[in-house]
């Protein structure tokens, strides 16, 4: 319970003291107008008040993320509490507070103009094309996944394939329509509600006197049942993305960025979005580590449901809040994920159209590129939903380190201090290298090798930022007292 109560103190005073560093490094200016008015449409750039923007946000980031992450990262032990904290206070709300602000300082581009702009014309093509299938696999991962479980709780009477069309007609829909129609009247209210399930389930497990697991010197060990084969570096980087850091949020960003009224609200917005899924993600490891009677325990249920997430969410919904907790585990399993697939496709479609320079005003526009993108969908839902799960995972954390490198050279050329997304970026880069190299879905090499091979991958980007650094300081300073 004490190494709860720090890990969220820590967050608190992250977002309290480490965000208003940030805001000071990105120079705000309050009085500047954003892209919301500069550049209105009223179908994605709506001014919208910085509450709803904040739920908005927090909804379009968490999908199932910081609950099924969370809960097969508590797998390997306390540990996973250090990564959130840590990787929430200077990962992951470092890269969606910049990927914000900087899409809010250049008309709300996507990311991948975003990267465009400071990494190169070929990485920003490159970056275009691994973005949208990145979305797209998003989309798919939060079709089939609420769908199978829709189609389990009516198994009688409405299949599989119905709950896929049903999902897939609201997709359409939500990425269709202007952004303040169906997202921004009623993603606030799920948000709220999924912040309060958070709440209410850890409220319910210490009335009920479980157990939290403390982090000690013993338990500063890798608890995972397979150890050799799931070490602590890279798999619990990979297998906790959202509730840490996450490429995805880079994708979301831009969407709040065309609707914030003012610059001074993307701290709230984007930093404390961020911190907000760190406290759910905490929140459900801890319950995975208590509820079952210890972390050892936690493993066996997930072998015994083949790592099923969404039997833990319904079972501890159900045993802790009882017939609400139904209802809440649903909103959890399935309007969640719902809601974020939804504006993966949006983000999908805004990227697209950044590239073809499609004016998404008109319907016919909006047309053109939506249609496509959801047939590449529809057939992707075909494969097993595991394979693309392991995927995503890896592409997802592959852009949040090219992100953190974007950040890191604008400020570079502004004359910023760098250092603080350049040692994230350095982590995820040895993180998403290693993996590759580990991985079953990739090389399937030893431990050893795999590290070798990562961390001089590392070094080698590290090698390019730094002769990048000396050939241009000379520009750079020119620059920064512009």
């Given at each position: 319970m004490i190494t709860f109560i720090i890990c969220v103190l820590v967050l608190v005073l992250g977002y309290r003291f480490y965000a208003k560093y940030l805001e000071k490094v990105m120079e705000i200016d309050p009085n500047r107008q954003t892209p919301a008015y500069a550049m209105r449409d009223n179908v994605d750039y709506v001014p919208m008040p910085w509450w709803k923007v904040l739920l908005v946000q927090f909804l379009n980031i968490a999908g199932l993320g910081p609950i099924y992450g969370a809960i097969a990262g508590a797998m390997w032990g306390p540990a996973a509490f250090v990564w959130i904290v840590l990787g929430t206070v200077?990962?992951?709300?470092?890269?969606?507070?910049?990927?914000?602000?900087?899409?809010?300082?250049?008309?709300?581009?996507s990311i991948t103009e975003i990267i465009g702009i400071y990494l190169g014309n070929s990485?920003?093509?490159?970056?275009?094309?691994?973005?949208?299938?990145?979305?797209?696999?998003?989309?798919?991962?939060?079709?089939s996944g609420p769908a199978s479980i829709l189609a389990s709780l009516t198994p009688e009477n409405l299949d599989f394939q119905f709950w896929i069309w049903c999902v897939f007609i609201y997709y359409i829909l939500a990425t269709l329509l202007p952004i303040d129609k169906i997202i921004g009247s009623i993603y606030p209210v799920f948000g709220f509600a999924l912040l309060f399930m958070a709440v209410s389930l850890i409220t319910m497990l210490i009335i009920k006197g479980y157990s939290m697991p403390e982090l000690t010197f013993d338990n500063w060990q890798n608890f995972h049942t397979k150890p050799d084969k799931f070490p602590i570096f890279p798999m619990l980087f990979i297998s906790i993305a959202c509730g840490a850091i996450s490429g995805f949020h880079a994708t979301q960003s831009p969407l709040m960025a065309r609707c914030i009224e003012n610059e001074s609200e993307g701290k709230r917005v984007f930093y404390g979005a961020m911190v907000i899924e760190g406290v759910v993600a905490l929140v459900w490891a801890a319950i995975s580590m208590s509820f079952f009677g210890g972390i050892n325990e936690l493993n066996n249920v997930m072998i015994a449901h083949q790592g099923n997430a969404a039997w833990v969410v319904n079972e501890v919904s159900n045993s802790l809040l009882g017939r609400f907790g139904a209802v809440l585990a649903i909103l959890g399993v399935v309007a969640a994920p719902i809601t974020s697939g939804d504006t993966a496709f949006r983000s999908a479609r805004l990227t697209v159209a950044d590239l073809l320079h499609y004016n998404q005003k008109p319907i016919k526009n909006r047309l053109l590129i939506t249609v496509p993108l959801f047939v590449i969908g529809f057939i992707l839902t075909r494969i097993d939903f595991g394979v693309i799960w392991r995927y995503f995972a890896w592409a997802n954390q592959t852009l949040a380190a090219v992100v953190l490198w974007t950040i890191t050279i604008y400020l570079v050329q502004k004359g910023k201090n760098y250092w603080i997304t350049l040692l994230p970026a350095l982590f995820m880069t040895s993180v998403v290298t290693t993996y590759i190299f580990l991985a079953p879905e990739g090389f399937s090499l030893g431990t050893t090798i795999s590290y070798f091979l990562g961390f001089a991958m590392t070094a080698i980007v590290l090698i390019l930022f730094i002769v990048y650094f000396v050939k241009n300081k000379q520009s750079f300073s020119g620059l920064s007292n512009k």
């Open positions: 200077f990962g992951g709300a470092v890269h969606d507070f910049f990927s914000g602000m900087l899409s809010v300082k250049h008309e709300g581009k990485t920003k093509q490159v970056m275009r094309v691994f973005t949208v299938i990145l979305l797209v696999l998003v989309g798919v991962v939060f079709i």
